[in-house]
């Protein structure tokens, strides 16, 4: 009995056990016994792609085909609709009988089709190979450029990709997307589809989606799934990775980034008030905390003993801004006449010139300038008056 859906698959049997009477199942013939298998679905099954016949393996002959070497299942499979005749061809190569009996494919047009109507497909094991290699060239031959032009072949690219060289997430990506500009017209009908859904404002349709996207992206699994990922695409592309550092920093230092950030959270301000100042008091909270303070503090020591260059002068910057901060001009004194010698802006420029002059050793002395100008009182001595051969005191 010949099954054909069209000229790419066809189907054949010997009995159709839907037409088997009861009065030939009761015969004791040979023949007749074949016919009661049949009927209880024991017969071999014969398919033909593009004119290639394979005959079906039972799961329990299929069970026995482990390869002796390494103990990996390496088969070739085809699920076929039985209500619209759309059928997809893959490879599976798993260590374990449950993950061939559980792997359904993973084309991404037949997982949607198969995920809404499982119980109209039906899978067939059309071949057992002993190889990686040889699954991938049985379903590159079988899958072509003129299977997947057939209305029928729920596959999106050819076949016999990936088992092999195991390639990783952005390669594979970059291939599927590659194939996709070559070959529009195949995924034409799916992109206007998709347009016309966006196209449509706010369609129960659409906020559904929306709220499927949302609620999986919020899951915990779903991030602890993508932070291990992410840890392991840093752990061997780890050039990469600081390059896409780089890249992502000096995006976000742009100006157009910056006034767009900023655009966004005074929209988000005025919308709103309350949520923004939780987060203000708790992101203030956070920053002056004992651990935060600790955490920092730590930070900043290890750069500083392993940068100590820049930290050196990071410290002189931060001195001199204080000094042109916070810093009162100050003059200098003839200790004899008390006429003003010099005028200082601030207590560090006069201790420089100290320094710079040979009349102190280090800028230390800048303590000594700072007693004299506040008059500071020394226990037994009074007040000091002057230090390093000359009189100090504020400008103002």
């Given at each position: ?18 037409e ?10 040979f023949?007749?016994s074949?016919?009661?298998l ?32 390494d103990g990996?299942?390496r088969?070739?499979?085809i699920q ?8 997809y ?22 997982l ?43 596959n999106?690219v ?17 291939k ?6 070559e070959h ?13 859904l966006?196209?449509?404002g706010k ?14 992206m919020n ?14 695409w ?10 896409a550092?780089?890249?992502?920093k ?10 767009k ?8 301000k ?7 100042k ?5 992101l ?7 651990e ?6 730590n ?5 500083n003993?392993?940068?100590?260059e820049?930290?050196?002068i ?5 001195a ?12 200098m004194?003839?200790?004899s006449?008390?006429?003003?010698i ?5 207590q560090h420029d ?8 040979g ?9 000594s ?9 020394i ?18």
């Amino acid at each position: 009995m010949l099954i054909q859906i069209n000229k790419n698959i066809v189907f054949w049997q010997k009995y159709n056990p839907a037409e088997l009477t009861i009065e030939e199942l009761s015969a004791t013939s040979f023949e007749h016994s074949e016919k009661m298998l049949a009927k209880l679905g024991f017969q071999d099954i014969y398919i033909s792609i593009k004119n290639n016949w394979f005959r079906t393996i039972p799961m329990g002959e299929l069970y026995h085909k482990r390869n002796k070497e390494d103990g990996y299942y390496r088969v070739i499979y085809i699920q076929i609709n039985t209500a619209t005749g759309e059928y997809y061809i893959g490879k599976s190569n798993r260590p374990k009988w449950s993950e061939i009996k559980r792997y359904q494919g993973s084309g991404l047009k037949f997982l949607n089709k198969f995920n809404n109507h499982k119980n109209e497909f039906v899978r067939y094991f059309i071949a057992s190979c002993k190889t990686a290699k040889e699954t991938e060239e049985l379903e590159a031959f079988l899958v072509d450029k003129e299977l997947l032009a057939d209305e029928k072949c729920l596959n999106l690219v050819i076949g016999g990709g990936g088992t092999n060289e195991h390639p990783n997430i952005a390669e594979t990506s970059e291939k599927k997307r590659q194939y996709m500009k070559e070959h529009p017209e195949q995924y034409k009908p799916m992109i206007e589809k998709a347009r016309k859904l966006f196209q449509s404002g706010k369609t129960p349709e659409l906020k559904a989606r929306s709220e499927r996207i949302k609620e999986v992206m919020n899951t915990d699994k779903y991030r602890e799934m993508t932070r291990k990922r992410i840890s392991k695409w840093i752990l061997e592309n780890p050039e990469e990775y600081a390059l896409a550092r780089e890249k992502n920093k000096n995006s976000i230092r742009t100006k157009e980034c910056s006034k767009k950030k900023k655009a966004s959270l005074e929209e988000w301000k005025k919308k709103n008030p309350d949520k923004y100042k939780e987060w203000q008091e708790k992101l203030i909270k956070s920053r002056t905390s004992k651990e935060a303070n600790a955490k920092r503090a730590n930070s900043i020591r290890d750069w500083n003993l392993n940068n100590p260059e820049q930290a050196k002068i990071n410290s002189q910057k931060r001195a001199r801004a204080a000094a042109e901060k916070n810093g009162k001009a100050i003059y200098m004194l003839d200790l004899s006449t008390g006429e003003v010698i010099q005028k200082f802006a601030n207590q560090h420029d006069a201790a420089r010139w100290l320094v710079d002059n040979g009349k102190a050793k280090n800028i230390n002395c800048v303590s000594s300038i700072s007693a004299v100008c506040l008059k500071k009182y020394i226990n037994g001595h009074g007040c000091r008056k002057s230090t390093h051969g000359y009189g100090w005191c504020f400008a103002e």
